[in-house]
T-cell receptor
């Protein structure tokens, strides 16, 4: 039990669809993260929220839109995605941005 | 700027053999160091971490790692590998801000 849950676990969407990924942490942490993991590529940090404020946005295309309504929930809103956006999207949380991260199981996204 | 290098993309070992996965880092002060494991289709799980103190760190699943400041290394070791250890292993370095992850080393275990 990692304490970080992600839904859905799998998602198939067309390029014109709008969908959202959800992440919830039950650990009382103050920081939350979105990562993209593609085959044969390093783990890519997308967004970081600390105390519900976005503190990092690593040149992510605007078709990805994060939302952090409170310290326990993190969303990634997706619209007009491209096939190259197909990947495993991982959510993580930590006590603060320096400490070890706890990861969810990921959402496997396929864009057709 | 902090960075981490995992020189080996793949490592193949026989079940029961010892294992060492290499991790080299670049950081200006005493780093925070982490090792994570990822099974296929899953998220990353923390194996162990080093913040300060004893440079030999014990983790879960029988893993250990040693911080060597002079070599800027934090290598992961296990004395006897089990088939269930086959996975992707990530080293990460941090300290003052968000940790940076290495590219990962894929461990293949032969029976």
């Amino acid at each position: 039990e990692t304490g970080v849950t992600q839904t859905p676990r799998h998602l198939v969407m067309g390029m014109t669809n709008k969908k959202s990924l959800k992440c919830e942490q039950h650990l009382g942490h103050n920081a939350m993260y979105w990562y993209k993991q593609s085959a044969k590529k390093p783990l890519e940090l997308m967004f970081v929220y600390s105390l519900e404020e976005r503190v990092e946005n690593n040149s992510v295309p605007s078709r990805f839109s994060p939302e952090c309504p409170n310290s326990s929930h993190l969303f990634l809103h997706l619209h007009t995605l491209q096939p190259e956006d197909s990947a495993l999207y991982l959510c993580a949380s930590s006590q603060d941005v320096r400490n070890e991260q706890f990861f969810g199981p990921g959402t496997r996204l396929t864009v057709l | 700027a902090q960075s981490v290098t995992q020189p080996d993309i793949h490592i193949t070992v026989s079940e029961g053999a010892s294992l060492e996965l290499r991790c080299n880092y670049s950081y200006g002060a005493t780093p925070y160091l982490f090792w994570y494991v990822q099974s296929p289709g899953q998220g990353l799980q923390l194996l162990l971490k080093y913040f300060s103190g004893d440079t030999l760190v014990q983790g879960i699943k029988g893993f250990e790692a040693e911080f060597k400041r002079s070599q800027s290394s934090f290598n992961l070791r296990k004395p006897s590998v089990h088939w269930s250890d086959a996975a992707e292993y990530f080293c990460a370095v941090g300290g003052s801000y968000i940790p940076t992850f290495g590219r990962g080393t894929s461990l293949i275990v032969h029976p």
